[in-house]
């Protein structure tokens, strides 16, 4: 996880701490690219640590923020009741977390002095952040994007985490052993803290999403054309989340077609304004209408605008959805059946039939949805990307097999157990029984 929020900036180093000089050169070769300098690491105790990274970290820390977005997010039927979207934010953030990059402070923080497997794999992370700031400027990175810079993210936070996999198996079986451990340990922690402050499943779905995707994408890049393809993405980084989603359809350079700005109503007040984006759709549509509708829906999905604005004492949203012709009808059925179950929405096609609106008002925390979904939708598109890492990274296949081996085991188990085999930790479960004996007949035939 990198942040880019502070105020000093103090000068580098001389040399490397000797406790982390061989993890910062095994970043150098594994990235291919040479440190300009030594970054500076500060080891802080844990309450100090803690209150760093409380101080540093990103996200909806204003009241007033965290209440519009909590109630738009209400609007477009994805939470419901009144979570604290504040302290779901800074819940999230201190999460997990052991280590930290800062880019404006040019400084990786680290909770403790004991460089533990988890520790020393984190480091690994951190650093690659930091090489890629030397190179690339993370802060300029995320600077002028119509969204909120998901795709950027998606992107710096998938080459660290491929930097950190690849040092975590140079480590030792016992080491790893410990590493899992460690990691198991500090998963349940992190899901213990989301329960008891009630942190909304999207916004951890938002949130990971960079983590959950990132890495395929990034390790597809890297399949097809090593460091220098993915080098290429940094000098000119993803805008979408189509194109982190479906790797093939992004190209280093090439811009994608604008959508352009949603005017708000006259008097209104404008809370936020820019994209929305394939994956926030997807999640508003499936968490009333199940995945598989939600899933038909997006397939045209090309690009989209979004302005969040108060009206009054209410919180309003509109969106336009740029669908190509082949799908504009599965997204206007599925948008009219969101509406139905959002309190006053509404959905039609605008721009000469080329596009979907979509216009909906909070409808205050009274309002619950009419059906709860058993399964976070998000799980499955999540899984499988993680499935094609993993068989890209441990099983050595191409992307491109990677991607259809992953297709067609969902087509042949269905969404259902894939997923349940991909999440499950009953080694004996027969979905993941089904999955194993699958897996060669389905490689053998994408190869």
């Not at 909806?60 to 779901?88: C, F, K, N």
Request: with cysteine; net charge negative; glycine share 8%.
């Amino acid at each position: 996880m990198a942040v880019t929020r502070s105020k000093s900036a103090p000068g580098y180093p001389h040399q490397w701490d000797s406790r982390v000089a061989s993890i910062a050169q095994f970043v150098q070769q594994a990235r291919g690219l040479a440190w300009k300098h030594p970054v500076k690491v500060e080891f802080l105790p844990p309450a100090r640590f803690t209150a760093a990274i409380s101080a540093k970290s990103g996200g909806t820390s204003d009241t007033a923020d965290a209440q519009s977005y909590m109630e738009a997010l209400r609007a477009i039927g994805v939470v419901s009741g009144q979570p604290d979207m504040a302290r779901a934010a800074q819940t999230f953030a201190n999460n997990d977390v052991v280590g930290l990059y800062v880019a404006t402070d040019k400084t990786v923080y680290v909770e403790g002095d004991q460089l533990t497997p988890y520790v020393r794999v984190t480091l690994a992370h951190e650093l690659t952040h930091a090489l890629q700031d030397q190179y690339f400027n993370l802060v300029t990175m995320r600077k002028g994007h119509a969204d909120d810079d998901g795709a950027v993210t998606a992107l710096i936070e998938g080459d660290a985490v491929r930097i950190q996999d690849d040092y975590e198996r140079t480590l030792s079986a016992a080491d790893q052993q410990l590493y899992a451990s460690e990691q198991s340990s500090t998963s349940s922690s992190a899901t213990g803290a989301n329960t008891r402050n009630s942190v909304p499943t999207f916004y951890l779905d938002q949130a990971t999403f960079p983590y959950d995707f990132g890495p395929t994408f990034v390790e597809t890049l890297f399949s097809q054309g090593g460091n220098r393809l993915v080098d290429q993405a940094f000098r000119s980084p993803p805008v979408l989340d189509r194109q982190i989603l479906d790797p093939a359809s992004f190209v280093p350079g090439v811009p994608v077609p604008a959508v352009a700005p949603i005017p708000a109503p006259p008097g209104a007040n404008v809370v936020n304004s820019g994209g929305f984006g394939e994956v926030t759709l997807f999640e508003m549509l499936a968490d009333q209408l199940g995945y598989p509708t939600a899933l038909q829906a997006v397939q045209g999905w090309t690009n989209d605008s979004s302005v969040v604005y108060r009206k009054g004492p209410t919180v309003c949203v509109d969106v336009e959805v740029r669908d190509d012709d082949a799908h504009s009808g599965a997204l206007l059925r599925a948008g009219t059946a969101w509406a139905a179950r959002i309190p006053g929405a509404t959905v039609q096609l605008s721009g000469q039939g080329q596009s979907v609106s979509f216009h909906s008002c909070d409808p205050g925390p009274a309002w619950k949805p009419t059906q709860v979904a058993s399964v976070d939708p998000y799980q499955y598109p999540a899984s499988q990307s993680a499935l094609a890492y993993q068989l890209m990274t441990q099983g050595h296949l191409g992307s491109t097999t990677a991607s259809c081996v992953v297709s067609a085991l969902t087509a042949a188990l269905g969404p259902d157990r894939l997923l349940n085999a991909i999440q499950t930790n009953d080694t004996s479960s027969p979905d993941l029984t089904a999955l194993r004996n699958d897996l060669p007949v389905v490689v053998s035939r994408c190869s």
